[in-house]
């Protein structure tokens, strides 16, 4: 579904991604982990449209992306729930999940949103509040609701665990989980490589704009490096 | 009574065009966080091209229609030529580039216009309607049913469209603006568009009644501005209010006190409006968790 070839990036006259290969069949979640720095948010941008890429292509269900713009890709089913939550914090919870489904104007708007509030309860209790008073995990999770209401075929979820409690962890891992019976298909990122890797399919390890390593999840989890760099057991 | 009436009205229809400028900062603002100082130089080319089209032979409504559009393809250009290569500059450099629009704008319209004083022909006449004891031009009421129609418009954009809300997201949220789908570029354009067309009404407007000059822009564009403040920066109802408020304090000020201290009105209110409640009237506080 999603295949990424040579792909590099840079910031300015620093080279950030050396060269990515990656790819994401249809129905799987795969996760990409590696610590602070490696790439692994420039990464997502790049396929998202929103970071020009220097060399390389992107290829997404038969379309090639070199300079698409993030709008044309999401109307293909590229979906980005970006790092850092980005909602729109001065509007209302409402609005932020009907913009996440700006390119529809139909019936299934409406049949979507309650399928988000469905998902995400908390939310329609706060449909009618600034989305800026929300608490974090409250954000992260009108964060992927608004990608959600995109209509993706696929979504980049970028560090949906940073900064939150570990109850909410948890609750935002069984929900990429979830995702997958509602037939989206996941490319996560992931500091918390123990918790990705234990509901991915699949893994890359990231170090310094490289990929280092490759496998199964559950591969990757029994790997000694790996559990002695990123899992620290 | 009469006479604070007759200042009453006076005050309504000048704050009438600070709130149509105020208007038009609030789009680009809406859209940006900038505001464009270059707003006044709209209203003046909305005025100057009305009077010369009109000299050139056009019938009034078709010169005021093509200089509102006009207005509004210099406003998609500004932005194309100025505003959208800078993008990633701060908001304060983004200011200074709208200045240094304003002066380009203000020189080219004195070398393709000229530096007369130019008038146009009220709309409806120039017999004064009497009320309460006071009297109103007829273009008075031009002026103001034509900033309660933009506002109502305005008001109507923001809250009820999609699109209005793709306007307020983007500038609240570029990048995340552009994952949802919206073609941020598409609303920059619009933006600039909207506010210059907006512009360019008022100048049609009010043009028969305070005459307008190549350089009418500069302090049109300073009132604009106390007004947006005063009722809150990005609020099409502060706009409004601002507008109208500044007006009456003005016409007040020049009736009871001394007309020398009129101008300084506007600049009172932009300091006492900063030091005492910078979200001014209808400003909302930014709530954020980081």
């Known amino acids: 579904m999603l295949t990424v070839e040579n792909l590099r990036a840079r910031y300015g006259r620093i080279e950030v991604l050396h060269g990515i290969d990656l790819t994401v069949n249809s129905g799987e979640i795969v996760t990409v982990v590696g610590a602070n720095g490696a790439g692994k948010t420039t990464l997502l941008r790049c396929l998202s449209g929103i970071q020009p890429i220097t060399d390389g292509r992107v290829v997404f269900r038969g379309e090639t992306y070199v300079t698409t713009p993030a709008h044309k890709r999401l109307r293909h089913g590229l979906a980005h729930s970006p790092e850092g939550r980005q909602i729109f914090t001065n509007l209302s919870v409402e609005e932020n999940l009907r913009l996440g489904a700006f390119l529809y104007d139909d019936d299934r708007v409406a049949r979507d949103m309650d399928e988000a509030f469905a998902l995400f309860p908390m939310l329609r209790e706060k449909r009618n509040l600034a989305a800026g008073g929300l608490s974090g995990g409250q954000q992260q999770m009108l964060a992927i609701a608004r990608a959600l209401m995109g209509r993706p075929a696929c979504l980049l979820l970028d560090e949906p665990s940073m900064g939150l409690a570990p109850l909410l962890v948890r609750q935002i891992f069984d929900v990429v989980t979830g995702l997958k019976a509602l037939g989206v298909t996941v490319l996560l990122v992931e500091q918390n490589a123990f918790g990705a890797l234990k509901v991915a399919d699949r893994g890359y390890v990231m170090e310094t704009g490289r990929i280092a390593m490759e496998g199964p999840a559950e591969a990757l989890i029994a790997d000694p490096r790996i559990r002695e760099a990123y899992l620290g057991i | ?290």
């Open chain 2, 1 to 290: 009574m009469d006479a604070l009436m007759q200042f009453v009205f006076s005050g309504v229809t000048v704050g009438a065009v600070y709130a149509l400028v105020a208007l038009g900062f609030t789009i680009i603002y809406n859209a940006s966080d900038v505001v464009n100082f270059a707003q006044g130089e709209f209203v003046m080319l909305g005025g100057m091209i009305t009077v010369f089209a009109h000299l050139a032979g056009l019938p009034l409504p078709l010169a005021a229609l093509g200089a509102i559009l006009a207005t509004a393809a210099l406003g998609v250009a500004l932005n194309r030529l100025a505003i959208e290569p800078a993008r990633g500059a701060p908001v304060v450099s983004v200011i200074i580039i709208t200045i240094g629009a304003s002066i380009l704008i203000r020189g080219a319209a004195q070398l393709i216009f000229d530096k007369q004083l130019h008038g146009l022909p009220a709309f409806s006449g120039d017999d004064p309607i009497r009320v309460m004891g006071a009297t109103i031009l007829p273009q008075s009421l031009w002026v103001i049913g034509g900033a309660l129609a933009v506002f109502v418009g305005l008001w109507a954009f923001f809250t009820r469209t999609l699109t209005g809300k793709a306007v307020l997201a983007t500038s609240n949220n570029r990048t995340a603006a552009q994952l949802v789908g919206i073609n941020t570029g598409w609303v920059m354009t619009l933006a600039f568009g909207l506010s210059a067309a907006i512009g360019a009404l008022a100048g049609v407007l009010v043009t028969p009644i305070t005459l307008v000059s190549y350089d009418v822009g500069v302090g049109l564009a300073l009132k604009g501005f106390a007004a947006a403040m005063l009722g809150g920066m990005g609020n099409p109802k502060g706009a409004l209010a601002g507008g109208i408020l500044l007006g009456l304090f003005e016409a007040l000020t020049a009736g009871y006190v001394s007309s020398h201290y009129k101008e300084a009105v506007a600049f009172i209110v932009i300091l006492g409006v900063l030091f005492a409640m910078p979200q001014g009237l209808f400003g909302r506080a930014g709530t954020e968790r980081v």
